[in-house]
């Protein structure tokens, strides 16, 4: 699935059942004036029969609660801000990887003549971005997002996330574990860490590995 003006990307393994994997990408593209709109550079993981990276799920979308590159000494980045997709690439069997500049979320927001309010960035139609709006904070970001379900890993999901991020402080890479509910247990109670890895383990057995 996929839709460019908005920067949706779903790769899927097969479509048999519940045991299907499923990556979500969101690269905002698209500014979208309403509510529950991802922030750009997010994604989605299920597969297995069970959620592996879930995200913020209010309609305010806190990029704070995503799988993302935090950075926890330069608050005022326009965490609402658009993405750009540089390059999509697809395989028959349902792999492919997505690439996203987000600079725009990295920069800083000037304030309107009247210094109450940050300015508009995106014009309220036509998603035109407003080159004025945006201020240089010394930040760049981008981020690659790739899938292979061709089973070669040994694994029918491989996931690969890279980013490169330059200027700022200091950067908090993040994964966002399944929280706990109603008589299920959190998945932070289910991982373990060794070293440069992580393991989730779900009661049936399913595993996720993560390796930094």
């Known amino acids: 699935w996929r839709a460019d003006d908005f920067g949706f990307y779903g790769f899927r393994n097969r479509w048999r059942d519940g045991d299907d994997c499923i990556l979500q990408v969101f690269a905002k593209a698209h500014y979208i004036g309403g509510w529950n709109s991802g922030s750009a550079g997010t994604f989605r993981l299920v597969g297995l029969g069970h959620t592996w990276a879930t995200g913020s799920t209010d309609r305010n979308r806190h990029r704070w609660e995503e799988s993302v590159v935090q950075l926890p000494d330069d608050p005022e980045i326009n965490q609402t801000a658009c993405g750009r997709v540089t390059h999509v690439e697809t395989r028959p069997d349902g792999s492919?990887?997505?690439?996203?500049?987000?600079?725009?979320?990295?920069?800083g927001r000037k304030l309107r003549p009247d210094r109450r309010k940050g300015m508009r960035l995106y014009t309220r139609y036509g998603n035109i971005r407003r080159d004025e709006a945006f201020a240089d904070l010394g930040i760049t970001g981008m981020r690659s997002i790739g899938v292979d379900y061709s089973g070669r890993s040994g694994a029918p999901c491989l996931v690969a996330v890279v980013d490169r991020i330059q200027g700022g402080g200091r950067k908090v890479w993040t994964w966002q574990l399944l929280p706990g509910g109603k008589d299920m247990p959190s998945d932070v109670e289910r991982t373990t860490t060794e070293g440069?890895?992580?393991?989730?383990?779900?009661?049936?057995?399913?595993?996720?590995?993560?390796l930094f």
């Not at 990887?97 to 920069?107: A, F, K, L």
């Not at 440069?196 to 993560?210: E, I, P, Q, Y």
Request: charged residues 25%.
């Open 96 to 107: 492919g990887v997505v690439s996203i500049d987000y600079t725009d979320v990295y920069s």
């Open 196 to 210: 440069s890895s992580f393991l989730v383990r779900k009661d049936d057995g399913a595993t996720l590995r993560g």
